[in-house]
């Protein structure tokens, strides 16, 4: 086994040009001549991070349940109350768990988007089990709430070497699982751009590593939930002075808490305080981002 420092260029070229962010797709404006484009997410994971972990701690399973209980209902009446759609990427298990709440979600005009079949690491599982799991996850959603998924979002952004080649063969319109800009860009695939748009996602602009908690370990939240919106808040202001996409990742059981969901509430107030501001679901960002592939816009 040869160490790093050993390896040919090829070598380490060959790993970093696998998969590399090719075009901006940055529009010079955004729909309606909006100059930022807002994408909200959530992802409803629920139980199945306790269940992806062979787990079946009954505390963490309510932990889950809460997600659907409380969460879903309270981010579903602050979309509603402001007008706003939104994208919810759903491991297909919590589908089968709660189809009413996928329905419901599509019912108030919000996306699903694909979140992999049991919140499984796609990197753990062997390429053929990973493309049967990708392809049954989306029967699976189509089937409850009657809409085929365009995007994926896959569990902890967890892309394995063989992840984008199954995007294409599903024929997705979009990823949001990568980092490589703050913007849309086309994905590249050793070299031949693909035609999926990469609608970027970061850590950052994320709920879960600031209030994620694990009762054995030494994880615990150490923010509070205004240094919290602090980061969001800035996050937008700059995406809003550059005329980019502010996407947010958040998570029905880690925002819903009633302590938290004021973050939510606060920087939507926040944002609708600008004008020209395009809050808009994943898919319809990804569309009109990928305009730009068409028209060389
Ligand atoms: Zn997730």
């Not at 790093?4 to 696998?18: A, L, T």
């Not at 007008?83 to 297909?92: E, G, H, M, S, Y």
């Not at 990469?198 to 850590?203: A, C, D, Q, R």
Request: glycine share 8%; aromatic share 10%.
């Amino acid at each position: 086994m040869m160490e790093p420092w050993q390896w040919d260029e090829s070598v380490w070229r060959g790993k970093v040009e696998k998969i590399r962010a090719g075009r901006s797709l940055k529009p010079k404006a955004w729909k309606n001549g909006a100059r930022c484009a807002v994408a909200l997410s959530f992802d409803s994971d629920h139980e199945s991070n306790e269940l992806r972990d062979g787990g079946e701690s009954i505390g963490r399973m309510s932990q889950g349940q809460y997600g659907n209980r409380v969460g879903i209902p309270r981010i579903l009446k602050t979309l509603a109350d402001n007008d706003i759609k939104a994208t919810f990427f759903v491991p297909a298990v919590v589908g089968l768990l709660y189809p009413d709440e996928q329905r419901r979600v599509v019912a108030e005009g919000h996306e699903i988007g694909l979140h992999g079949w049991i919140h499984e690491l796609n990197t753990k599982v062997p390429p053929e089990n990973e493309r049967d799991l990708h392809f049954r996850a989306a029967d699976t959603l189509e089937k409850i709430t009657g809409v085929r998924p365009v995007g994926m979002r896959t569990p902890s952004w967890d892309f394995s070497s063989v992840t984008l080649k199954i995007q294409r063969e599903l024929g997705l319109l979009y990823d949001s699982s990568l980092m490589a800009d703050d913007d849309p860009y086309e994905i590249v695939e050793n070299g031949e751009p693909t035609g999926i748009v990469e609608l970027p996602v970061e850590w950052i602009r994320d709920d879960a590593v600031y209030f994620n908690m694990n009762r054995f370990t030494a994880l615990r939240p150490y923010m509070a939930p205004s240094g919290v919106l602090d980061i969001f808040r800035r996050e937008f202001d700059r995406a809003y002075e550059e005329g980019g996409l502010f996407l947010l990742t958040m998570h029905p059981h880690v925002i819903g808490y009633r302590s938290r969901i004021s973050i939510l509430e606060e920087l939507i107030r926040h944002i609708r305080g600008h004008d020209d501001v395009w809050f808009a679901t994943h898919a319809d960002i990804a569309a009109y981002a990928a305009e730009g592939l068409r028209d060389g816009k």
